[in-house]
């Protein structure tokens, strides 16, 4: 729950800034202090990369491990900028035995000459310490970039305890060193040289990522051979000092893939049975500036874990919540499968959806657009509407003429996808009737508050215990996909009764319901109506008891459905810890003490306990429970053996109280250890 004190200033941060205290009268002296106590002395300015060692999270997205590794990615980008730009044709990424590492490429060299709006700074200087600067703001230096328009490097440097670049250009080497975003000395001239290029080492600064934060290897190297998969025309060398290697990561390694990413889609999908042969292709369209490649496979099996997957990148950087491109390629898709089914009078094409159509596909999409539009600093979506007008152009032709050359090939990719389209819909009628069949015999409006959505897939069940706790649930709750179902205190333990008393209670029976399965070996996990079953009580050892009996009626009555992961714990605050405008909510003691040493050391805030969730507003509810952007939930599984499950669900739980007597003073010392007794 300490994730609430965020990196990122929050809309109510700005808002509590924007409306700050004004000065108690209007003809109050400027020389004498406010009535409130802020006064222009108050104001504070950041200047040169100052904002990002204050608020990195907005940046870089965090100060965790995803985040420094982001580092990497924008200096790599950089290097990638140049090579899309047909200037460098080698990359070279080292990492050393003390942490830090090297990126260094062929390209042309980052300028060093005067810049001449700054007198007595260089360009390298400028670049590597002020944000917005750079080339590829004109589109005169490069006509697609990945890197961040001016901010990445710079951000790097900012975040960083040393970085040393070095420069070959203009007939000489030239080096500047920074710290934390300062530069430690002048640009120096180290003397003649004929290569050209650019080499950034870079070290992350502790005092932001924590002490004992390193760059991974295994990472660092999946990274960069994604990058080189992306640009058929580079080559990216790869060494890492022996001090640093883990796992099967290789010291050193060479990575050139002249196919791109149908070399990429090959070895993802090694091993896979395919219903077509790969679907591959690149297409440049210099007079609209951009490009297009694309891969993309269908497999009946699925890939892996996964039905299907669809990987993107926009100027060769990951765009892992899709976007314009992503949705071009689908579209194209569709339209063209579409378009195929109607010259062959395949009637049942009506049903397609460009779900059906991409859901049992491997697929991998790269494009290069000029001046593409992220959602967020980071660039994880991509929402240029040229992008999916670019993509769908590219990939109509192509995709036709694959279809028609391959008749037998089409011909089976169409049964495939309309096969999946007809099970979607058998499966929405399945739900649609189980949900309105449920309702029906519940007959209980105040007691299951159910979704919005007919469809099960990302529908949650919310099983609360009391109606106070139920109230706010249903307030705080996305109604669109979100379901709750109050319970009337403890429920029965199926442990010690017999099965026809569990059969004949009625809160488990509205469950059952609510669930629309049966028990027992009549049990079927298609038949629930909601993807995931949240058990949400409250932080207190009452609480902890209902979740007990609640799992050991799930595990008792249809253990398939914790074995398919369904089931969950939600994990609300014991505690909530307010000082000034700071509010954080602890999970427990353990966690309330670490968040006072770290958060609020010497300091005296207010500390309140909720006695139960009723107690919680909807708005703490939704924020620290529900919302699945800033919730903990915990996975309830099944790790152990079905016999040692068993034997501990009858100790614990069963009809004999001297077992679990017995199992208590077994286990005494480790309770005292909690208690720290």
């Not at 002395?41 to 590794?69: C, F, N, Q, S, W």
């Not at 960069?224 to 640093?244: D, H, M, N, Q, T």
């Not at 657009?369 to 769908?392: H, I, M, Y």
């Not at 109506?529 to 209902?546: L, N, P, S």
Request: charged share 30%; with cysteine.
């Amino acid at each position: 729950m300490s994730k609430a004190a965020s990196n990122k200033l929050s809309p109510a941060d700005l808002f509590d800034e924007a409306l700050a205290p004004a000065p108690a009268s209007p003809m109050q002296s400027h020389a004498e202090p406010s009535a409130s106590g802020y006064s222009a002395k108050d104001i504070e300015v950041l200047e040169g990369l100052e904002p990002v060692r204050k608020r990195p999270g907005m940046y870089i997205g965090g100060t965790d491990e995803r985040a420094l590794h982001h580092l990497f990615a924008e200096v790599l980008d950089n290097s990638m900028d140049e090579a899309v730009a047909g200037h460098a044709k080698l990359i070279e990424v080292r990492l050393d035995a003390d942490g830090a590492l090297t990126v260094r490429d062929d390209g042309r060299g980052i300028p060093v000459d005067p810049h001449p709006k700054y007198p007595g700074k260089s360009a390298l200087e400028v670049i590597m310490t002020m944000l917005h600067s750079g080339g590829k703001f004109s589109g005169k230096s490069y006509e697609t970039s990945g890197g961040l328009h001016g901010v990445g490097v710079s951000v790097v440097n900012a975040l960083s305890e040393r970085l040393d670049v070095r420069v070959w250009r203009d007939g000489y080497e030239w080096k500047q060193s920074f710290s934390r975003g300062k530069p430690v000395g002048e640009r120096e001239r180290l003397g003649p040289s004929r290569k050209h290029g650019t080499a950034i080492t870079f070290l992350p600064d502790p005092s932001i990522f924590g002490e004992g934060a390193a760059l991974k290897p295994a990472r660092l190297h999946r990274m960069a051979r994604s990058k080189a998969y992306l640009f058929r025309g580079v080559e990216i060398r790869w060494s890492c000092a022996p001090e640093k290697i883990q796992d099967a990561t290789p010291a050193e390694a060479v990575f050139h893939f002249p196919n791109g990413l149908a070399d990429f889609l090959a070895e993802r999908t090694e091993g896979v049975e395919s219903v077509t042969p790969m679907f591959s292709g690149r297409i440049e369209r210099k007079g609209e500036g951009g490009a297009v490649e694309w891969a993309v496979t269908w497999s009946a099996q699925g890939f892996g874990e996964a039905d299907g997957f669809m990987q993107s990148y926009c100027n060769t950087v990951p765009t892992p919540e899709g976007g314009t491109h992503e949705a071009g390629l689908r579209a194209a898709l569709t339209r063209g499968l579409k378009a195929y089914a109607d010259l062959t009078g395949e009637k049942r094409a009506g049903l397609i959806t460009a779900e059906d159509v991409i859901s049992g596909a491997g697929a991998l999409i790269s494009v290069f657009v000029r001046n593409p539009e992220f959602q967020g600093q980071t660039k994880e979506r991509l929402s240029s509407a040229d992008a999916q007008r670019l993509v769908e152009a590219a990939l109509r032709d192509p995709f036709d003429h694959w279809l028609t050359a391959a008749p037998k090939t089409a011909d089976r990719l169409l049964e495939f996808v309309i096969e999946r389209a007809e099970e979607r819909l058998k499966r929405r009628k399945d739900k649609e009737v189980a949900r309105a069949s449920a309702t029906r015999k519940l007959r209980l409006p105040g007691k299951l508050a159910d979704c919005a959505d007919a469809a099960a897939a990302g529908a949650e069940l919310f099983i609360v215990e009391g109606d106070s706790a139920g109230g706010s649930a249903k307030q705080a709750r996305n109604r669109r996909n979100q379901a709750i179902l109050p319970l009337r205190g403890k429920i029965l333990n199926v442990a010690s009764a017999t099965g026809e008393k569990a059969d004949q209670n009625r809160e488990l029976s509205d469950l059952m319901l609510a669930l629309g399965v049966q028990g027992g070996s009549r049990f079927r996990e298609e038949d629930l109506r909601y993807e995931r079953i949240v058990i949400m009580t409250d932080a207190d050892v009452d609480g902890a008891h209902i979740a007990s009996l609640l799992i050991t009626f799930f595990y008792r009555t249809m253990p398939g459905l914790i074995r398919a992961g369904r089931l969950y714990l939600a994990l609300p605050p014991l505690y909530r810890i307010s000082h000034g405008g700071k509010t954080v909510y602890a999970r427990d003691d353990q966690h309330k003490d670490e968040l006072l040493a770290a958060d609020f050391k010497g300091k005296k805030p207010d500390i309140g306990r909720f006695k139960g969730l009723g107690e919680m507003n909807p708005i703490q509810l939704k924020e620290t429970t529900m919302d699945p952007a800033s919730r903990t939930l915990a996975r309830v599984t099944l790790p152990r053996s079905e016999e040692v499950v068993a034997s501990l669900v009858e100790t614990l739980m069963g009809r004999k109280p001297e077992l679990r007597f017995r199992f208590i003073q077994e286990n005494a010392e480790f309770a005292a250890d909690d208690l720290d007794l």
